[in-house]
């Protein structure tokens, strides 16, 4: 069975930045994808960024990218998402998940997401 884990939240100042880390324990089919959302209070949730496996995609939110970036580690089994120059409307609670047999027209949705995280909060504020 999958697991996902996130790590690396915490309080950062505007302007800041953060590496989250997902690390995906267990087995996964050869073709997946990691996904990053988030969600602020009283907010749906959002699409932060994703990577494909095997091809190694990549796909990051609108206004996002620029500032955030995906990273692996293989031999960590680790996904990680560099967030720089942050704002306050970036705090929220990041959870990675895995999607199954991901094509380009559903990285984005949420309810493709099989197997979530626990989540990590950021919250960025002077």
């Known amino acids: 069975q999958v697991q996902l884990v996130e790590s690396g939240g915490g309080l950062v100042q505007p302007g800041g930045s953060l590496r989250l880390s997902c690390t995906v324990s267990?087995?996964?089919?050869?073709?997946?994808?990691v996904g990053w959302f988030r969600q602020a209070p009283g907010k749906e949730h959002e699409f932060v960024a994703a990577r494909r496996w095997p091809n190694g995609a990549l796909y990051y939110g609108d206004s996002l990218k620029g500032r955030f970036t995906v990273s692996r580690d293989n031999a960590k089994n680790t996904l990680y998402l560099q967030m720089n120059n942050l704002k306050p409307e970036d705090s929220a609670v990041y959870y990675c998940?895995?999607?199954?047999?991901?094509?380009?027209?559903?990285?984005?949705?949420?309810?493709?997401?099989?197997?979530w995280g626990r989540g990590t909060q950021v919250t960025v504020s002077s």
């Open positions: 998940a895995r999607l199954l047999n991901p094509i380009s027209s559903t990285i984005r949705a949420r309810e493709r997401y099989d197997t």
């Open positions: 267990g087995s996964t089919s050869n073709s997946y994808a």
